[in-house]
């Protein structure tokens, strides 16, 4: 088994895809319509995604999500160079932080498009 997609809710899909695109080199996999009249569009590789979804109604922050049952706390990406990645993150306006060089990986975290944390690895 493995995991397909997560589904986030976010203002604007595809700003926030657009943005994904650039920083890991993903593709928009799909967009359109979607439940209560928003719109969603799927972003990641061929093999998973984030379907990032808006509904067609005012959002409300969630706050602080490592305290809330349920709360997304990070989106973990995986890539193949993390200087080059780090280098696209702060070239976008991101600030990277919390780095870490321990097993199993090297990573950085950073809070992205609406807030989502990415926390960014390599494991070669």
């Known amino acids: 088994m493995k995991l397909e997609h997560v589904n986030i809710t976010v203002p604007n899909p595809k700003v926030s895809a657009a943005i994904l695109c650039d920083l ?4 928009i996999r799909w967009e359109g319509a979607a439940m209560e009249s928003g719109y969603t569009v ?8 984030l ?5 067609a109604k005012e959002l ?3 706050g602080n999500t490592y305290s809330r049952v349920g709360g997304l ?17 702060k070239a976008a306006g991101y600030n990277p932080h ?3 060089d321990y097993e199993p990986g090297v ?9 989502i944390e990415f926390e960014v690895v390599n494991y070669a």
């Open 107 to 115: 990573r950085f975290y950073f809070d992205g498009p609406d807030g």
């Open 73 to 89: 706390n990070h989106v973990g990406v995986v890539v193949d160079d993390i200087s080059a990645t780090e280098a696209r993150v």
């Open 60 to 62: 409300t922050p969630l």
């Open 98 to 100: 919390n780095h870490g």
């Open 42 to 49: 799927h972003v990641g590789d061929d093999d998973s995604y």
């Open 51 to 55: 379907a990032l979804y808006a509904p």
């Open 24 to 27: 890991f080199g993903w593709h």
